[in-house]
Nanobody, 123 residues
Framework: QVQLQESGPGLVKPSQTLSLTCTVSGGSIETNYYAWTWIRQPPGKELEWMGVIAADGSTNYRPSLKGRTSISRDTSENRFSLQLSSVTPEDTAVYYC???????????????WGQGTQVTVSS
């Protein structure tokens, strides 16, 4: 069974860049028809899809976050990363990496989730 695990600093200062990595085991991030997403949940708010990187490395982002979001990958390590620049306290959330079934740039379903990691933006 595919497993995902987030890692990265739990505290980021305002205006800095949030950087997280998701390490995947049990499946290749280059497998066709799957893609790799970041989803976050601020306290008391709904889950928010942030963006996706496909098996071929192509990316798509939530429009409201596109200007400051970057998802990249390291195929040799079977992991992918999130960078969110110019963070504010409103970016405080639990961040999840999630595998999705992906066809023609459409997420069909979400599958395996990481456990999530808390990131707090504070000075």
């Amino acid at each position: 069974q595919v497993q995902l695990q987030e890692s990265g600093p739990g505290l980021v200062k305002p205006s800095q860049t949030l950087s997280l990595t998701c390490t995947v085991s049990g499946g290749s991030i280059e497998t066709n028809y799957y893609a790799w997403t970041w989803i976050r949940q601020p306290p008391g708010k709904e889950l928010e899809w942030m963006g996706v990187i496909a098996a071929d490395g192509s990316t798509n982002y939530r429009p409201s976050l596109k200007g400051r979001t970057s998802i990249s990958r390291d195929t040799s390590e079977n992991r992918f990363s999130l960078q969110l620049s110019s963070v504010t306290p409103e970016d405080t959330a639990v961040y999840y990496c999630v595998r999705a079934t992906y066809l023609r740039s459409i997420i069909i379903t979400f599958g395996s989730w990481g456990q999530g990691t808390q990131v707090t933006v504070s000075s």
